[in-house]
C-alpha cells in the first residue's frame, strides 16, 4: 500500500523571529488553498505545523516529534539560519528532507544531502550590497552595524571581502547593537569618521533600533541593510523610518504584471489584507514545491523525493522566479538591490532612473531659451 504523503512546516510562530515565522506560515497557507482549489494535492496529502519558538534546541525536538508521531517526509523548516544550522544532525539521522524557505548560510551548501533551501546564500547577499554602495551609491567610507547572530556574521565576512578587499573601500568601524554603550560608540565613530554611509545587518527588530538611532543622530548618509529587513510587519511600523532605505532582496517582485506572482498577490491581500512580503513569498514557494516534489517522487521515500527535487523541478515557475537547485541544495537565484520609496519597495535602478530623468527634466527647463520681455532677443535662463 503506497503510503499517506505528509509534510510539515517548522517555523518561529513565537519568539524574537516570531515576524519571519508567521510570514513564511501566511505564504504556505496560501500555497496550500491554492492547491486544494486546484486539484493539486495528491490522494491523503496532509500537512502539520510546529512551532520553533525562534529557537534552535526547539526547532531540533519540533522536528523530532513531527517525523516520529506523523510519519513526515518532508519538512519545510530551518526559517532562520541559526534554525536552519543545528536542524543538520537532525536530518542526517532521520534520513529526511528539509526545504528551507530562508536560511541564507553559505555553509549551509554543503552541509548535508537532505538540506535544500531558496533563499540566496549570503556571500551572493554580501557582494551585491558591497557592490552597490560603491558602484551606484558612490560610497567609499562605511560603517557597520551588527547584532551578532549567525546570520549577521557570515554575511559581515563576505560584505568585508568583497567592500574592501576587492573594491578597495573603507569600513571606519563596527558597532555590535545589543551592547550596552552601543549607540555612545556608535556616535563616536559618526562623529569622528564622518562616513558617507552605513550598513545594518541583522534581523528586523535589531535594524529598527538602528534606523531610529541614526535619526536621534541626524545621520544623512546612505543606509543599507540586507534582505532580513524586508518584514511586512516590521515595515509598516517603520513607516518614514525606512523611507530611502536601500537592501538587497531576492528577485521578487510584488508588483508584477504576470503570473505567478500577480495571482498570489492578489490572493494574498484579499486574505491578508496587506501585501506579501518576501518571506510570505518564500513560504508560498517552498509549500508548492513539497507538493509537487511528493506527487512527482516515484515513492515516497526519502531517495525519491530527492531525485523529485533534484530533477523533475526544472525551473519550477514560483513567485521568487524560475526555481531548480544545484548539487548542493541551493537555489540558482541572485539577490537584487531595492529601495523603499513612498511606501513602496521599488528597485535602486528605477529609482536612480526616475531621479536622472527628474534632473535631466530639469536641465532642459533651466537651458530652454526664454523671451525677455525688456528685449526683442532670446536670453538664456541662468
Known amino acids: 500500500m503506497r503510503p ?19 510570514s513564511v506560515d501566511s505564504g ?21 505545523d510546529a512551532d520553533s519558538g525562534s529557537g534552535a534546541a526547539t526547532a531540533v525536538a519540533e522536528l523530532e516529534r513531527l517525523i516520529r508521531e506523523n510519519d513526515v517526509r518532508l519538512v519545510v523548516g530551518g526559517v532562520t539560519t541559526d534554525e536552519a544550522l543545528a536542524l543538520i544532525p537532525a536530518l ?18 554543503h552541509s548535508s544531502p537532505y538540506f535544500f533551501r531558496l533563499f540566496p546564500t549570503d556571500g551572493l547577499e554580501g557582494r551585491a550590497a558591497a557592490r552597490a554602495l560603491s558602484e551606484q551609491l558612490g560610497v567609499r567610507r562605511l560603517l557597520i552595524y551588527s547584532d551578532g547572530s549567525g546570520y549577521t556574521r557570515g554575511l559581515e565576512s ?16 563596527t558597532v555590535h547593537v545589543g551592547e550596552a554603550d552601543w549607540r555612545e560608540r556608535s556616535s563616536d565613530l559618526l562623529h569622528a569618521h ?10 528586523a527588530e535589531r ?3 538602528v534606523l531610529e538611532h541614526l535619526r536621534s543622530v541626524r545621520f ?19 513607516g518614514e523610518l525606512a523611507e530611502g532605505v536601500v537592501f538587497t532582496l531576492p528577485a521578487y517582485d510584488a508588483a508584477s504584471s504576470h503570473e505567478p506572482p500577480r495571482g498570489f498577490v492578489e ?15 518564500h513560504g508560498y514557494d517552498a509549500m508548492c514545491i513539497a507538493i509537487h516534489s511528493l506527487t512527482a517522487a516515484a515513492g515516497l521515500y526519502t531517495p525519491e523525493i530527492q531525485k523529485a527535487m533534484r530533477y523533475t523541478l526544472r525551473e519550477f515557475p514560483g513567485v521568487t522566479g524560475a526555481i531548480s537547485f544545484d548539487e548542493h541544495g541551493d537555489v540558482n537565484h541572485y539577490p537584487l538591490i531595492y529601495c523603499s520609496m513612498n511606501g513602496r519597495v521599488v528597485s535602486l535602478a528605477s529609482v536612480q532612473s526616475l531621479r536622472l530623468k527628474e534632473a535631466q527634466d530639469l536641465i532642459e527647463r533651466l537651458q530652454r531659451p526664454r523671451i525677455n520681455p525688456g528685449s526683442q532677443g532670446v536670453s538664456l535662463a541662468s
Open 158 to 173: 563576505r560584505f568585508r571581502r568583497q567592500f574592501q578587499r576587492a573594491l578597495g573601500r573603507d569600513i571606519v568601524g
Open 220 to 238: 544623512r548618509g546612505v543606509r543599507c541593510t540586507t534582505s532580513a529587513f524586508y518584514v511586512s510587519d516590521v515595515l509598516r511600523r517603520a
Open 92 to 109: 542526517e539521522t532521520a534520513r529526511i528532507v528539509c526545504l528551507s524557505p530562508s536560511a541564507s548560510a553559505s555553509e549551509l551548501s
Open 4 to 22: 499517506i504523503p505528509s509534510s510539515a512546516s517548522c517555523a518561529p510562530l513565537s519568539g524574537e523571529a516570531r515576524a519571519y515565522g508567521m
Open 207 to 209: 535594524v529598527l533600533e
Open 28 to 48: 504556505i497557507r496560501i500555497a496550500l488553498a491554492d492547491a486544494e482549489l486546484g486539484a493539486r494535492l495528491p490522494p491523503g496529502f496532509r500537512t502539520v
Open 267 to 281: 490572493r494574498y491581500r484579499q486574505r491578508f489584507g496587506h501585501e506579501p512580503d518576501i518571506f510570505a513569498a
Open 194 to 203: 564622518h562616513p558617507q554611509g552605513v550598513l545594518i545587518i541583522g534581523y
